[in-house]
């Protein structure tokens, strides 16, 4: 089946540094997320992003969170700087619609951030 | 506010022998599909199953789910369990006005013994 990439799979970093996680969707999708999920709790919204923009992001998308995807390259989360409290595995999902027909996300195998 | 239960953190099956995972869910949003997404070890999740038709029976890999909007769940059964079955199942629903914003169930674990 389809296929998302994520890179990396693991990354431990230091408090108040900067990280981005990268996310190849599937081909000929359009539409772009990211979801969160702590170790033991279920995956949460994170954000959507469409054309260039982003279309409705959650509560836990902080202002220290942005997301890109330049040119058609990785789609981008980016942490700036990061705290404690964004250990978790972040999953990229990709689309190729959405709307009202409930559209199937596909999902990667997630980033594993552990921050110290 | 919304939210979708996984009742069973961890169910033990016998290979062979029926299981039923639960799922329940609550929201007040115009809920546009429900899905069953599995997650092998070391593998992105997947989908499994989706539904969106009250009281139709869906089917895919022996698995079967029926969404009861009476009840509010969608639970996965499947006849036989495989060893090959055992994973992480998560239960989610599928709203809002943007579409494909997906709440997500806890997980449960399934683990199919010989």
């Known amino acids: 089946g389809p296929k998302v990439l994520q890179i990396p799979s693991h990354q431990i970093i230091d408090m108040g540094q900067m990280v981005t996680l990268n996310c190849d969707p599937v081909?000929?999708?359009?539409?772009f997320y990211w979801y969160k999920q702590i170790l033991g709790q279920q995956m949460e919204f994170l954000v959507n992003f469409y054309n260039g923009k982003v279309m409705e992001k959650s509560k836990l998308f902080k202002d220290q969170f942005s997301v890109e995807r330049p040119d058609g390259s990785y789609f981008t989360l980016k942490i700036q700087p990061t705290a404690l409290e964004d250990s978790a595995v972040y999953f990229c999902a990709s689309s190729l619609e959405q709307g009202n027909s409930g559209n199937t996300l596909y999902f990667g195998e997630g980033s594993r951030l552990i921050v110290v | 506010g919304d939210s979708v239960t996984q009742t069973e953190g961890l169910v033990t099956v016998t290979e062979g022998l029926p299981v039923k995972l639960n799922c329940t869910y609550q929201?007040?949003?115009?809920?546009?599909?429900f899905f069953w997404y599995v997650q092998y070890l070391n593998e992105a999740p997947q989908v499994l199953l989706k539904?969106?038709?009250?009281?139709k029976r869906t089917e895919h890999q022996g698995f079967h789910a029926t969404l009861h909007k009476s009840s509010s769940s969608f639970h996965l059964q499947k006849s036989s369990a495989q060893l090959s079955d055992s994973a992480l199942y998560y239960c989610?629903?599928?709203?809002?006005?943007?579409?494909?914003?997906?709440?997500f169930g806890i997980g449960t674990l399934l683990s199919v013994k010989p």
């Open positions: 081909s000929n999708h359009l539409y």
């Open positions: 929201t007040t949003y115009l809920t546009i599909a």
């Open positions: 989610a629903l599928n709203y809002g006005s943007s579409g494909n914003k997906l709440i």
């Open positions: 539904s969106s038709t009250d009281n």
